[in-house]
């Protein structure tokens, strides 16, 4: 067995990788943004920013937010999301939730994701249409306030050089294996799915937008929720431990995502539309986790239970009789379904590398 003073060493080792990573994150003073950024991003808990409290009173309590906030801020997460870091480097403010009323401006842009959002069933809040129709609504006003005197909205050429960000897709899958579908029925629904995702892009750029940044979806197989849900035998497992069938539908999903974006920039001319291999930046994280400096890629940080996933449904992060890991402690996973702010922060570095960007262009194109 280790010794507490090489358990130690190691534990500061990790540490020292995550920060040395950190530092290399691009410096938001270096963006090339010659015009003030403006974001609108549509998408789940991944990227919801406090839609879900702001929107619903829903309580997420402490220790959500601990490493960066030092308080919660309705992000899950212990710390900034993906989309904060991608915002910083445009040396642009947090992206506003737009449901949150008081002390919202809204002139960098606004958030449309809530927790647990779904391209399907329509309809519903906050399913991507509704987003969608959300972002009208508030297009409309800002050019009505705008008519009559008001300052500081966001006008038509802004609307048509803003960034559309959208990244939604994941709960689809995962309710529909949550409702017992077959593997087989699961990817007949994909279509459907895609489908809404390529309306949303068509209404908002009939409505002006002319910037796109899609996501596809990560693997879903290797949450430590999943895991611990399915319990799966050894033989439905990958080689990293993670559930195959789970990620063959995200891979199968990624793939009509994909399609779907070269489809589209073939009857969009005008347009620039990014896709972004989120998949792979997580799967490659979660298989060479100790190069990153992380430890129990599978465990969450903040759980009950203990490992290999230290999650449990019924005593969830936040909740009574949940524990967190120590802060700065090496993990991928904060709660059994979303990322610490450590590895938030590297796949931030890797999206502005640009190498898993369809086409290869830089995050900031669109306010150069």
Known sequence: MDSPKCVSLIVSYSILIIITILSCLPDSTQS???????????????????????????????????TFFRRSTGRLSDGRLLIDFLCQSVNTSFLPAYLESLGSTFTNGANFAVVGSSTLPKFVPFALNVQVMQFLHFKSRSHDLLSSGSQGMINDDGFQRALYMIDIGQNDLADAFANKYTYAKVIKRIPFVLAEIKSAIKSIHDNGGRKFWVHNTGPLGCLPQKLWLVQPSSRDLDSHGCISSYNSAAKVFNEGLRHLCTELRSE??????????????????????????????????????????????????????????????????????????????????????????????PFDFFCH
């Open 32 to 66: 090339l943004c010659t015009t003030r950024p403006l974001i609108f991003n549509f998408g789940d808990s991944n990227s919801d920013t406090g839609g879900l409290v702001a929107g619903l009173g829903y309580s997420v309590t402490s220790p959500y937010g601990r």
């Open 268 to 361: 969009l001319k005008d347009s620039t539309i990014v896709y972004v291999d989120i998949y792979t930046i997580k799967y490659d994280l979660i298989g060479n986790a100790s190069k990153y400096g992380f430890t129990s890629p599978l465990m969450a940080c903040c759980g009950f239970g203990g490992p290999p996933f230290n999650y449990n449904i019924n005593v969830t992060c936040g909740h009574d009789g949940a524990q967190a890991c120590n802060q700065g402690s090496g993990f991928i996973n904060w709660d059994g379904i979303h990322f610490t702010e450590a590895a938030n922060s590297i796949m931030a570095s890797k999206i502005l590398s640009q190498r898993y960007s369809t086409p290869r262009v």
